[in-house]
């Protein structure tokens, strides 16, 4: 399993869009992404101004194809995520892989890397799956961290205080430049499990060789010490500067809006290996990749909380409106007044980003807004059912917060149905109809 076969798998069914005009990566490429992300096909640039190489985007845009590349039902998605974060398991370390095909002098400007938006800094990777050892070896961490192309041989690396940046911390202090990986078209398993909240000490390439059915395979890079997906598109080895560091950004993130200027440590990349025809991956920033991959391992953590105050939850959707971060929609199945109201509580403590919230009953489709705002209507009265939290931590992406202290207000919504009124009045009209109308009116309609 790698990211090239999981496009050929799409592509015998019908889901990937080849774009055979030529295209720019500055602008051009991302500028056509956008326009497409919201359940669009995967998209692949075959035809590149000053690029030999393909470009590919859009890989994992859709919940559906994240399902698809884990072959799993979308209701099973959740469990298997859990499954996979508490049980890891070591990938198979072999030690020759197709990345290897190719082993050259590094030189970034010969990557057809995207300039995504017009006040952006410059051209800047957005798929690295980052690999990295603790100084002493014991810890090691995989995370996706966007990267600034500062000249042919040099990345600014954007360190959120987690994990990565630990490890950056301890080399510091050691005086020692911390080795990196940096793996560019890797599976959407490897892609989802870097972005797993599991905790400092686990290493999230075992969690993908999980979701992979224990089929990952890693490979040494040749020049530092990390490890890469053997059947990666692409590996930049680097490392993090220990006293390095320069102005990042400005640069566009999960919202949509310019993320602020920083001081970030600069990455020396020392090697490039890569398969012979090597597929770049983008990811467009705020698309709907992006929230998806960052929304989707919080939902868990939603979903795993409420379940411990409501015996059944159906579904939640951190929403692409909401930037797959900032607006949950969950659904469940309501036994007691007030399991609304604790369901909100608890998707607030699982998320401290979460800022509004809304919880609809079972038969409302939470993927369907206008379905999502019906239930508002019809079944939510603003005094008794609206909950306002002040003065809480949110999240500094949301421009409304306080930038300095992160503090912000958050709403919840308890769009159940009242048990203390009579159940009919809410229910929703349906025509009684028979399998083959059912199928009838699909086929003529779409689905
Ligand atoms: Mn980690």
């Known amino acids: 399993m790698n990211l090239r076969?999981?496009?050929?798998?799409?592509?015998?069914?019908?889901?990937?869009?080849?774009?055979?005009?030529?295209?720019?990566?500055?602008?051009?490429?991302?500028?056509?992404?956008?326009?497409?992300?919201?359940?669009?096909?995967?998209?692949?640039?075959?035809?590149?101004?000053?690029?030999?190489?393909?470009?590919?985007?859009?890989?994992?845009?859709?919940?559906?194809?994240?399902?698809?590349?884990?072959?799993?039902?979308?209701?099973?998605?959740?469990?298997?995520?859990?499954?996979?974060?508490?049980?890891?398991?070591?990938?198979?370390?072999?030690?020759?892989?197709?990345?290897?095909?190719?082993?050259?002098?590094?030189?970034?400007?010969?990557?057809?890397?995207?300039?995504?938006?017009?006040?952006?800094?410059?051209?800047?990777?957005?798929?690295?799956?980052?690999?990295?050892?603790?100084?002493?070896?014991?810890?090691?961490?995989?995370?996706?961290?966007?990267?600034?192309?500062?000249?042919?041989?040099?990345?600014?690396?954007?360190?959120?205080?987690?994990?990565?940046?630990?490890?950056?911390?301890?080399?510091?202090?050691?005086?020692?430049?911390?080795?990196?990986?940096?793996?560019?078209?890797?599976?959407?398993?490897?892609?989802?499990?870097?972005?797993?909240?599991?905790?400092?000490?686990?290493?999230?390439?075992?969690?993908?060789?999980?979701?992979?059915?224990?089929?990952?395979?890693?490979?040494?890079?040749?020049?530092?010490?990390?490890?890469?997906?053997?059947?990666?598109?692409?590996?930049?080895?680097?490392?993090?500067?220990?006293?390095?560091?320069?102005?990042?950004?400005?640069?566009?993130?999960?919202?949509?809006?310019?993320d602020v200027e920083r001081m970030q440590p600069v990455v020396e990349v020392v090697g490039f290996m890569h398969r012979e025809d090597y597929v770049y991956q983008a990811v467009l920033p705020s698309g709907s990749e992006h929230r998806l991959l960052m929304g989707l391992p919080r939902e868990v953590l939603i979903w795993k909380s409420i379940l411990k105050v409501v015996p059944k939850v159906h579904a939640v959707n951190l929403s692409l409106g909401g930037s797959g971060w900032f607006h949950a929609i969950v659904s469940i199945e309501k036994q007691l007044e007030g399991d609304g109201k604790n369901a909100l509580l608890a998707a607030f403590a699982a998320h401290p980003s979460l800022k509004h919230a809304v919880v609809v009953d079972s038969d409302i489709d939470i993927y369907d807004i206008s379905d999502v705002e019906w239930a508002i209507a019809t079944r939510f009265q603003a005094s008794e059912d609206l909950i306002i939290i002040e003065n809480v931590r949110g999240s500094t992406l949301d421009s409304s917060a306080d930038q300095k202290t992160g503090l912000t207000t958050k709403m919840g919504i308890d769009a159940t149905c009242p048990l203390t009124k009579p159940k009919e009045r809410f229910e929703r009209a349906k025509t009684p109809v028979n399998k083959h109308i059912e199928g009838l009116a699909s086929k003529l309609l779409g689905e």
């Open 5 to 258: 076969s999981f496009l050929e798998q799409m592509e015998t069914k019908g889901k990937i869009l080849h774009v055979k005009d030529e295209v720019s990566t500055r602008f051009e490429i991302p500028f056509i992404i956008e326009k497409s992300v919201n359940e669009g096909p995967i998209l692949l640039f075959e035809k590149l101004k000053n690029h030999k190489t393909k470009v590919v985007a859009n890989v994992c845009g859709t919940r559906k194809r994240i399902c698809e590349a884990l072959d799993i039902d979308q209701n099973k998605l959740y469990n298997r995520l859990v499954e996979a974060w508490r049980s890891p398991r070591k990938p198979q370390i072999i030690e020759d892989g197709l990345v290897k095909e190719v082993i050259e002098k590094p030189d970034l400007s010969k990557i057809p890397i995207l300039t995504h938006f017009e006040k952006d800094a410059g051209p800047y990777i957005t798929s690295a799956v980052i690999h990295a050892k603790s100084v002493d070896g014991s810890v090691e961490n995989v995370s996706v961290h966007r990267l600034q192309v500062l000249d042919k041989r040099h990345l600014a690396i954007r360190l959120v205080p987690r994990h990565l940046y630990k490890l950056w911390q301890i080399a510091k202090e050691a005086n020692k430049d911390l080795d990196i990986s940096i793996s560019i078209g890797v599976h959407p398993a490897v892609m989802l499990a870097a972005s797993s909240p599991v905790p400092f000490g686990v290493n999230e390439f075992d969690v993908a060789n999980v979701l992979m059915d224990k089929s990952l395979r890693l490979v040494k890079c040749e020049h530092v010490d990390a490890y890469t997906p053997a059947e990666a598109e692409l590996v930049l080895e680097g490392k993090i500067s220990a006293g390095s560091e320069v102005v990042e950004g400005p640069f566009v993130d999960i919202t949509g809006t310019y």
